[in-house]
């Protein structure tokens, strides 16, 4: 079974420029979750979408948006990119969203601002 | 709100050595206790989990148990191995937050052969 699949992998962007991060969750998974992990630091929880809904949403500025598909995938946007935004992003999935629910975690997309 | 605070690293040590990570939470309810393992290059991989009080998760030779009374979820192993070197996140989810998850900063540690 495929785990969770995150693209791309890498990319590089300047200052200002938009970006779009895609995850697909576990095959039956409907709750999908986004964090953002700066180089040293532990990963901080950006969105959760279950059912196409914004479930929670973390201290993150309004640059940050992410959306769910009727299949369960998720794109996360950031616009206005700043140097700091730098930072592999992670993807996480699971059945639904619940306190002893384990989620499940893509490779991350490592994003560079330059 | 919630946090959670985990010793620094990095920990080096030498294969078989006994291996202990600290980590204390702080949270308004009762929650979920987990710790991940980051191998280099790699997503977040879960290891063990506790859900209430007292509960004991283990996986892989690791061990730790729910401390309510010193909000602590101290992650042990007897006898680490090359293979242990990861990055070590320990992290809690509460109820009324679904499964988000807070993690501490992230311990990294290098076994020696």
């Known amino acids: 079974d495929a785990g969770v699949t995150q693209s791309p992998t890498h990319l590089i962007k300047t200052r200002g420029q938009h970006v779009t991060l895609r995850c697909s969750p576990i095959?039956?998974?409907?709750?999908v979750s986004w964090y953002q992990q700066v180089l040293g630091q532990g990963p901080q929880f950006i969105f959760q979408?279950?059912?196409?809904?914004?479930?929670g949403r973390g201290n993150f500025p309004d640059r940050f948006s992410a959306r769910q598909f009727p299949n369960y995938s998720s794109e996360l946007n950031v616009n206005a990119l700043l140097l700091g935004d730098s930072a592999l992003y992670l993807c996480?999935?699971?059945?639904?969203?619940?306190?002893?629910?384990?989620?499940?975690f893509g490779q991350g997309t490592r994003l560079t601002v330059v | 709100g919630d946090s959670v605070t985990q010793m620094e690293g990095p920990v080096t040590l030498s294969e078989e050595a006994f291996l202990t990570i600290n980590c204390t939470y702080t949270?308004?309810?009762?929650?979920?206790l987990f710790w991940y393992v980051q191998y280099p290059g790699e997503g977040l991989q879960l290891l063990l989990k506790a859900t209430k009080a007292d509960d004991k998760g283990s996986n892989k030779g690791f061990e730790a148990t729910y401390r309510k009374e010193t909000t602590s979820f101290h992650l042990e192993k007897g006898s680490v191995q090359v293979s242990d070197s990861a990055v070590y996140f320990c992290a809690l989810s509460e109820g009324a937050a679904g499964n988000k998850l807070t993690f501490g900063g992230g311990t990294r540690v290098l076994v020696k052969p």
């Open positions: 996480a999935s699971s059945l639904i969203p619940g306190q002893n629910t384990e989620a499940f």
């Open positions: 949270a308004t309810g009762y929650p979920s």
């Open positions: 979408y279950y059912e196409k809904e914004e479930r």
């Open positions: 095959s039956g998974h409907k709750s």
